[in-house]
């Protein structure tokens, strides 16, 4: 069983910047794949980014240029950087965990951009 705690999120100005923490504790396996995933009003909750355990990275084409993920093993924590946010990057941001076919998600942090 792993928990996740997400952190970060916020109300902002359109072009202004947030950073959002995940902080996972639990039974973590070194191999793993970690995401940011969001959510809004009336629409299905989609991949903003991943990252395995060896560092390789993937970005949706709306966000690539302007957010970046990023992961400390050691602290099992999972970051997202986030640049130049616009009114469309609102949402909850989620926090997931997969590994061996095992899938955990945080509870979710809202990020509201005004235009």
């Known amino acids: 069983q792993v928990q996740l705690v997400e952190s970060g999120g916020g109300l902002v100005q359109a072009g202004g910047s947030l950073r959002l923490s995940c902080a996972a504790s639990?039974?973590?396996?070194?191999?793993?794949?970690m995401g940011w995933y969001r959510q809004a009003p009336g629409k299905q909750r989609e991949l903003v980014a991943s990252?395995?355990?060896?560092?390789?990275?993937n970005y949706a084409d709306s966000v690539k240029g302007r957010f970046t993920i990023s992961r400390d093993g050691a602290k099992k924590t999972m970051d997202l950087q986030m640049n130049s946010l616009k009114p469309e990057d609102s949402g909850v941001y989620y926090c997931?965990?997969?590994?061996?076919?095992?899938?955990?998600w945080g509870q979710g942090t809202q990020v509201t951009v005004s235009p």
């Open positions: 639990g039974s973590i396996f070194s191999i793993n794949t």
């Open positions: 990252i395995d355990s060896g560092g390789s990275t």
């Open positions: 997931r965990y997969i590994t061996l076919g095992r899938v955990s």
